[in-house]
């Protein structure tokens, strides 16, 4: 078996932010972002790595 390690490592980002989603939110709306506009953000970042809606 071959391990892709971009995958893997896709893997980590993706896990460290569902383990951290008020902190990744946070840091999101930090750019002058309503708190339902970092939501959106912030889910269409995680989707886009591989995480599910």
Do not use: C, K, P, Y
Not at 5 to 12: D, L, P
Not at 14 to 34: C, E, G, K
Not at 37 to 47: D, K, L, P, S, W
């Amino acid at each position: 078996m071959v391990i892709d390690a971009e995958n893997v490592e896709m893997h980590q980002v993706r896990d460290f932010i569902a383990a951290n989603w008020s902190l990744f939110t946070s840091h999101i709306r930090q750019n002058s972002m309503t708190d339902v506009q970092a939501e959106e953000e912030a889910q269409r970042i995680f989707v886009a790595i591989g995480g599910e809606e």
